[in-house]
């Protein structure tokens, strides 16, 4: 609460003779960015309102932006900052790829959700207005919530009297649709239709025909003269759209009602009565809460509208149901377009997945790139090498590659090392790589040595580690030694890993410090470890801690194994209190390892809440290894990423839930 105003007191007191520009949606940002108009701020509040509208808000679009002048201010969540820039799942599809690169141009602020010290002493100031100095007697709410009341709505929703259970029951509708991804106002269809699944059989049964209008009386009813539970939304003049949720008593709703099931009826009122512009989030948070039917009718709405994305997740979900061929029908005609990279990749994976090799060789022959990689490894697991040959001909090097690799685990080592030559020598990168490694498999040292001669860094990297094994180590470091002078960073720790293994400690240690000092962050690592391995472990941690402080976040990951590692439980609590996700994930698995499970669960559990991200993975990962059944249930209900997948191969065929055991 208190977010947009005093961005808003901050632009009129910095920027007081500026232009202030509130466009609608995303098409009107774009539309100024089309001539953007000097000594303008451009007022975005609520930026994910603006992200989620169809074309989104490039990160380009406001990279333009800020080249003209333009001062783009915007107000955003803490969860909707964490979910939109946490790093991709390997093997997933990148929904927010666009919106991550967006943040970071951002100059992130985050507002306390309780006022400081400093800020109360300020405020006490100010106590001759009566509701400061309510607001300032309220030790468990902030200062600002008061102010709007938000205490008492919460009162109002939790604690409704009997008679206002239909109040009480619309109220948590509402919040529910909002908690599941409805960021538009709750219509009264929804309300209506949703409403009955929060009342009893007897509260159904006695209603008045005048339920609903009693219910949006005490909804909407102010407190304090400043708040209500439900705001409403117009539609012109003596006309509602809709409801929204009061921020506060969402944000309470959210951590109250975190684990909470949303109602089998109130998921159907939503696919039945939500906005188009809130269907996707709608069915992600139905796929992540095991609502797998109500996900798959929602994404079926959105492929019509040409959302490549939504088209994909209905095909994951429909083979996932064992529905290939329908999954198949909805990829095909997404993948067709030539701006779908997304759906042509998965498409021909699932082509590749059910064996249907002519349509994935029509396929690459048109020239998708994706059928092309799929067609050439499934006809290397194969063996298909007469086809893998006349498609290498045909100048597919990919399948070139794959038959290179397949001839030599023939045995047939001499016509796989001409092939890579020759696609060496045509400029292919890749090829560069397995012909190095396949040159180091066979101990071709003449030809290796050739090649790193003539400046190829990956064969003087197999050449160095294909002496040392021989036995050539002076031969092998003086290779390594020649790369690092060239400037190959891979080379440095090489050369420090062997002078390790020769007992060369001091030299490793002077080379990797130089590294470091370079801005090297592998080579710190590196050097850490070195350190900790001769018992140097304070150093070690002063060596990370110097590159945590310029924000290295390998170092911080680095940082938080030592320390976990150390068991030094006082300074991972402190970073992680400081906001290091990666200290809280490593002392949750420290603190679960000494076996104080519930605050190693705790601690997730408020690292999930505050950042997202791998602390999903964590929490469920923990979960599962304890064999708490219970729990995964609730994160699946809270939509925990991952959860319902873990969930379900627990209790799968080889792991059912009476098999899963604390460990």
Known sequence: MGKTRALFETARAVLPDWWLLHPADASGVRAFAQAPAPRTVAWLDELQRYLDQSGGLPAGLIRDLLAAGTVVLATLWPDEVSVRSAPRDAGTDDRYAEDRELLKLARIIDV???????????????AADGRIRTALEYADSGVTQVLAAGPELIRRWQHAPAKECYGQAVITAALDARRVGA?????????????????????????????????????TQTVHGA??????????????????????LHESARTLRRTEAVPGLAWQALVTHHHPDDCLRLADNAERRDQIDHAITLYRKQPDAGDGFAAVRLAELLARQGQVQEALTVLRPRADASNRPT??????????????????????NAGDLFAVGQLDQLLAEQGQVQELRQRADAGDRFAAERLAGLL?????????????????DAGDASAARQLADLLARHGQVQELRQRADAGDGLA??????????????????????????????????????????????????????????????LAAGQLAALLAGQGQVQEALTVLRQRV????????????ALLAGQGQVQELRQRADAGDGLAA?????????????????????????????????RLVDLLAKLGRIDDLEGEVRAGTYGAAAQLAQMRGPAGNAEAAKPT
């Open 549 to 560: 402080d310029v924000g290295d976040r390998l170092a911080a990951g680095l940082l938080a």
């Open 408 to 424: 030599a685990g023939q045995g047939q080592v001499q016509e796989a090392l001409t092939m890579l030559r020759q696609l060496v």
């Open 183 to 219: 960021q538009a106002p709750a219509t009264v269809d929804y309300l209506t239709a949703a409403a009955p699944a929060y009342l009893t059989p007897a509260q159904q049964a006695t209603a008045t025909p005048d339920w609903f209008e009693k219910a949006i009386r005490y909804a």
């Open 112 to 126: 306390p959700a309780v006022f400081s010290r400093e800020e109360r002493s300020r405020a006490g100031q100010l």
């Open 460 to 521: 003087a990297g197999r050449l160095a580690r294909l002496l040392a094994r021989q036995g050539q180590v002076d031969e092998a470091l003086t290779v390594l030694r020649q790369l690092v002078d060239a400037g190959d960073e891979s080379a440095a720790r090489q050369l420090a890993s062997l002078l390790t293994r020769q007992g060369q400690v001091p030299e490793a240690i002077i080379m990797l410090r130089q590294r470091v000092d370079a801005g090297d962050g």
């Open 227 to 248: 708040a209500s539970c439900l705001i409403p939304v117009p539609a012109g003049m003596g006309q509602i759209a809709g409801y929204l949720t009061a921020d506060y």
């Open 343 to 364: 759906a042509k990749r998965r498409l021909a994976k699932l082509l590749a997945e059910q064996g249907q090799v002519q349509e994935l060789r029509q396929r690459a």
């Open 585 to 617: 994930e490593r002392l949750a698995g420290l603190l679960a390892g000494q076996g104080q499970v519930q605050e190693a669960l705790t601690v997730l559990r408020q690292l999930l809440d505050a950042s997202g991200g791998f602390a999903t993975r």
